[in-house]
């Protein structure tokens, strides 16, 4: 049995310097960026100076200070949040920002733990550590590889068993981009707001394309 795919998150996380307090589902409203009815039955975990939190149907949304992340697990939704990011820092376009991120997370349903030991052996082979450590077995690996399209950043990937789908496997890719040098424009927004539409397409299937073939690797006979 091939793997497959049961659960998926998308997110966009900016680092910055944000407002908590004024992001809450009423401002996005007046904005004109969600339906009055959809703020209305916004569910808020907590609206405070240092941290806002809020569920809608199909969005999360979390600000800090230091980092505000758009969140969804529905895939009709994927181009809805990018736009819906698109367009808050479009509102917000003096926010100064450093970096962001369009992240993926996946778990796959395996065939059975033997294809999740193969998956591991293969990123992390027992030979190279069974001299130093006693009945060693990968627990997390992370692998960090440079950008390929001359913009600064870097494109991260984490693998682990996953907790949620058993047997299984989470693959999370991060696509990040470092805002170089660190901005203190208000042009810096506007920059973002550039690049997230042109790269999202590529950024979307790469990172598929990166966790399937990982999955795969548990695909043996």
């Known amino acids: 049995m091939p793997p497959q795919l049961m659960i998926q998150l998308t997110s966009i ?11 809450q589902p009423h401002w996005l409203a007046a ?6 009815s959809e703020a209305d039955g916004a569910t808020i975990d907590i609206i405070h100076p240092q941290v806002t939190q809020f569920r809608t149907e199909w969005l999360h949304i979390n600000v800090s200070p230091d980092r505000f992340q758009f969140a969804t697990t529905q895939e009709a939704y994927f181009e809805l949040l990018r736009d819906l990011a698109v367009n808050v820092f479009t509102v917000l376009r003096y926010t100064p920002l450093e ?17 999740l030991h193969e998956i591991r052996n293969t990123l992390a082979p027992r030979r190279c550590w069974e001299d130093l450590l006693s009945n060693p077995g ?9 950008r390929t399209d001359g913009r600064t950043g870097y494109v991260g990937v984490t693998v682990e068993a996953s907790v949620k789908v058993i047997p299984g496997v989470y693959v999370a890719v991060n696509d990040h981009y470092q805002l170089s040098p660190a901005l203190e424009s208000p042009a810096s927004a506007e920059h973002v707001i550039e690049i997230i539409p042109e790269r999202w397409t ?16 548990g695909d043996v006979a």
């Open 13 to 23: 996380v900016f680092r910055g310097r944000f407002n908590p307090a004024i992001v």
């Open 31 to 36: 904005q004109g960026l969600i339906g009055p």
């Open 99 to 115: 970096a962001f991120g369009v992240n993926r997370e996946f778990h796959f349903r395996l065939r059975s733990d033997t294809a």
């Open 138 to 146: 990968m627990k997390s690996l992370v692998v960090q590889g440079a």
């Open 202 to 217: 590529s950024s979307m299937s790469e990172g598929l394309t990166i966790a399937e073939k990982i999955a795969s690797l």
